[in-house]
């Protein structure tokens, strides 16, 4: 079975030589909004899937026109270019459903079939149109869909969410992401924090209290270029999720700073968020950021988030990673992959994971990722709020490190040679039996004495 991208491949390198076949069937006056009987046509035909008729020829340069039309708005970054790629589309599909309306039809005395019969690849081309139509108008073209997704990120967001949903999207996720192609994606953030912590979003530790690493479901995903990620894997990753697992709605964003949107700098949507609700109110978000693979040792070249130039010739780039990392430090922290456990599951991280984290997040090299920040917390969760209140103990130390042995055992990523440093031996001296540390991880200053 012939997957989307192979389609599109396959179509593209058909239509885009010197002398464009579409153009031959008169498609270009279809372009200025006039509709043209295929009929008016019939001689002009000489090369175009010599094996078809003219109807099903001109059916599939319709439809290549609408994807392509698609294809543009969803890597458009500004709405108004959008807003017209998308009127473009829709005049192109009125012209191929009208054309395709007729059952059977008939275009000379020579050729008549029934529309029933269109097959590979016009039936591939109209479920991706479709496909495109649903996801972008259901998000960038419509303020009423646009304004719901963020009413829900914002509003819905506000219940606190149990580990259950959190733990069945980042299988979504995962699955979803094996699906697709030619990529590479890994854990960020608080999510790879949680997972190497712990090797699940939660950890319990002594008196039932929880240790909540994260809300979200943060995953980088490596591309191979700018359009690689806008017209197939943003797209075919939404599509997944929402088609076939439920999920309420993707939006794609760019990271883009105000300096250079300003400037006129055009940036691409390296941005995917998904939504997730429960019937309950809770509300997951996987958050996607992606960057261009760049991996040179000897160039120094780095993988990047943003790059572009504006017409007056001013340029930005968005790295990876710091510009004080090297881009062989880049190699080194990211690859060879390495394993993380996720509950039941093994997944991929960066060989280094907390290095990397301290790297791509611009962290200290004095705080330990390994014991629990009390501040900044989710205090959504009740279950945050708990911890905050009565602080954490030795015992949740020692818990903390059965688990890193644990992982370490199993081959995962863990926190044990974290727990051994200098900044994590620091915290471990100051926590003594009868004193409870409230900014462990963040200032070993502020304590409070037990009962």
Request: aromatic share 10%; hydrophobic share 35%; glycine share 6%.
């Amino acid at each position: 079975m012939r997957g989307p991208y192979t389609l599109w491949a396959t179509l593209n390198a058909a239509v885009t030589t010197a002398n464009d076949p579409c153009d031959d069937l008169g498609l270009p006056l279809a372009r200025e909004g006039e509709y043209v009987r295929p009929a008016e046509y019939a001689a002009r035909i000489t090369k175009f899937f010599e094996t078809n008729n003219y109807t099903r020829s001109l059916l599939l340069c319709l439809l290549l026109d609408v994807e392509r039309s698609l294809e543009a708005t969803y890597a458009s970054v500004f709405t108004d270019g959008a807003t017209h790629l998308l009127s473009t589309a829709q005049r192109r599909w009125d012209e191929y459903a009208r054309l395709r309306s007729s059952d059977p039809i008939v275009i000379s005395h020579a050729e008549r079939f029934p529309m029933s019969w269109l097959g590979w690849p016009i039936d591939e081309a109209e479920r991706r149109a479709r496909a495109y139509y649903t996801r972008i108008s259901s998000t960038l073209d419509d303020p009423r869909k646009r304004e719901e997704f963020f009413r829900l990120l914002y509003e819905m967001g506000d219940a606190p969410l149990m580990d259950e949903p959190w733990e069945a999207g980042l299988h979504d996720v995962m699955d979803a992401l094996a699906s697709i192609t030619g990529i590479e994606y890994f854990p960020y953030g608080g999510t790879l924090l949680a997972l190497v912590r712990y090797g699940a979003r939660t950890g319990d530790l002594s008196e039932d209290k929880k240790d909540v690493v994260e809300r979200d479901i943060d995953i980088l995903i490596g591309v191979n270029s700018p359009a690689d990620w806008s017209n197939r894997v943003a797209f075919d990753l939404a599509t997944e999720l929402t088609d076939e697992r439920g999920w309420m709605g993707c939006y794609q964003k760019a990271s883009i700073p105000l300096d250079a949107m300003v400037a006129g700098i055009p940036y691409r949507k390296d941005l995917l968020q998904c939504l997730k609700t429960q019937p309950d109110g809770q509300l997951l978000l996987a958050d996607f950021a992606s960057y261009i693979i760049v991996n040179s040792s000897t160039t120094g070249a780095h993988s990047y988030f943003q790059r572009g130039c504006s017409n007056d010739g001013r340029c930005a780039t968005v790295e990876f990673l710091s510009n004080n990392v090297s881009a062989s430090n880049n190699v080194n922290l990211v690859y060879p992959f390495g394993t993380c456990r996720a509950y039941n599951r093994t997944v991929q991280c960066p060989r280094r994971p907390l290095e990397f984290t301290r790297a791509f997040h611009e962290l200290g090299q004095h705080d330990c990722l390994a014991i629990p920040s009390l501040f900044s917390r989710d205090q959504r969760d009740p279950r945050n709020a708990d911890f905050g209140l009565r602080g954490l103990t030795p015992h949740d130390v020692s818990i903390i490190r059965r688990i890193a042995e644990d992982l370490q055992s199993g081959g995962y990523a863990s926190m044990r040679e974290e727990l051994e440093s200098d900044r994590c031996l620091e915290v471990q001296k100051a926590l003594k039996p009868n004193i409870t540390c409230i900014g462990c991880g963040v200032s070993l200053q502020q304590y409070v004495t037990t009962a």
